[in-house]
């Protein structure tokens, strides 16, 4: 996080803290040109300009302490706006060849129980990891459907994992998950807000689908119905993949996969 408020070049700056730079300078700038006029001369002489200078420095102050909320509330917002749009709502899922796959996935997140975990301890599962959060409309919609997912894979060697990005999460996901009748599914939280960085997220609700290495085979970003039969066959595919055991899950072929 330090490096987000660091000097740098304006284009890979945080915007907040460009937001507040701009904001000194104009303060500073208004300043200048008050200073001309009859009616602010006096307070010139009475150390206003110095004033002006105290205000901007409270105000980055004030930012930089904040920086870590600030951030965090920009990819809320990036979240929303990415999970809203038409465009990539319920598209296709892309998958990636054994082959053509990436290091494991790993990071560290919180049960309903207070547990320290990590994504490393489902090795040996297929993992549906759906980033999302009480606030973002979106997670919400496609929830039901994770929570359908969940049950009609449970002991199939697939693993359902809602991992909340929620500030309080400890106390809003257990709410939620009653209010919403949500039974199949576990609570994940992310209090350090690690996922965001670590997956290269762009926005909310984001699901990654892991093998059973913990590599990335397929992303979505923004609503997707879990439940559908694509889903069930990318999933069964993965199972068999590993185990070449009956999963019980459709089977896919090659084909079936280059032809989605």
Known sequence: MASMTAE???SKRPPQMVLVERVVSLVLVLGEDM???PLFRNWARRGSRAGLLALGGLILTISAQDA????ADTLCALGKRAALAET???APLSVTPPGE???PVDLPYRDGAGRELRLSDLR??????????TWCAPCVREMPTLESLAEKTAGRGVTVLP???DRGGDTKVPAFYEGAGITHLPIALDPTLTAGKVLGLRGLPTTLILDKDGREVARHEGFKEWDGPDVLSVL???VAESTQEETGLPKVTETSLAAR
């Open 236 to 238: 069964g595919a993965l």
């Open 68 to 71: 870590r909320a600030q951030t």
């Open 163 to 165: 991992l909340s990005q």
């Open 8 to 10: 740098g070049p304006l």
């Open 88 to 90: 990539v709502a319920d």
């Open 124 to 133: 040996g599962q297929v993992v549906v990891l759906n980033v999302w959060a």
């Open 35 to 37: 200073m001309g006029k």
């Open 101 to 103: 796959r990436g290091a």
